[in-house]
Structures are given as structure tokens and as C-alpha cells.
């Protein structure tokens, strides 16, 4: 899910985005319970997890992840173990965040706003 920092969202803004990504806007641009509930669905969809073949999500502590019994519920139904990483540790578990999503999200922007 790619979330944009506007209130209206534009079809023109997943141009050139990866097939299946969904597109949504909030004023911030960041996460909010109801986006994660709606990502956790798209998730859903393609993840499909089984009982003899589980899926592991692993999450940062964000409250929209830690307190969304919406989503807590539905992981537990459909066969989906949460893994919540502790806080403020991102640069010592989510390398990922500092060696490509950070660079990624730059240039992104700058490509959206030109």
C-alpha cells in the first residue's frame, strides 16, 4: 500500500506502480488503523495462508498495528501468526528500512512531485 500525503487521491498517482499495489491518502501521509485494517485485507487476499501453511507477519510496534483488534481478529481466523518487533529498534532489525525504504521513499516523492 502506498499512502500519499493529500486528502484526495489521484488514479494518476499509482502510475507505474507495482501490479496489485493499492493506493490510499491521509492528510499525514503515514499509517493509520483504518489504511492497516484495509492493507491487512489486501494482505489477506494474496497471502493466503492455511492452517498446514501458515503465514508470519512481522510488524514494527505502531500503535495502528498493536491495537487493531480488527486485524488481531482476523489473523487469528485465517491462520496468520503477528510478530511485533520492540520499539525503537528498527536499526538493529529492519535493515531493510534504513538500506532501501528510506532511499526508495526519497526518490518516489521527488518523482511524484516533478
Known amino acids: 500500500m502506498l499512502i500519499f500525503p493529500r486528502k484526495n487521491f489521484k ?4 502510475d507505474d506502480a507495482p ?5 490510499k491518502c491521509h492528510s499525514t501521509g503515514w499509517i493509520q488503523s ?6 491487512f485485507d489486501h494482505f489477506l487476499h494474496y497471502a493466503k495462508p492455511r492452517e498446514d501453511d501458515p503465514a508470519v507477519l512481522i510488524l514494527d510496534g505502531h ?6 483488534l480488527d486485524v ?4 487469528r481466523e485465517n491462520n496468520i501468526a503477528i510478530v511485533c518487533l520492540p520499539p525503537h529498534s528498527t536499526h538493529k532489525l529492519q535493515p531493510l528500512d534504513l538500506t532501501f525504504m528510506a532511499p526508495f521513499k ?5 518523482q511524484i512531485e516533478s
Not at 501490479?19 to 493506493?23: A, D
Not at 500503535?63 to 487493531?68: A, E
Not at 488481531?72 to 489473523?75: E, N, R, S, V
Request: glycine share 6%; aromatic share 20%; net charge positive.
Open 72 to 75: 488481531i481478529k482476523k489473523a
Open 34 to 39: 483504518y489504511l492497516f485494517t484495509e492493507w
Open 19 to 23: 501490479p496489485g499495489s493499492i493506493g
Open 106 to 110: 526519497t526518490y518516489y516523492c521527488q
Open 63 to 68: 500503535f495502528s498495528h498493536t491495537r487493531n
Open 11 to 14: 488514479a494518476e498517482l499509482m
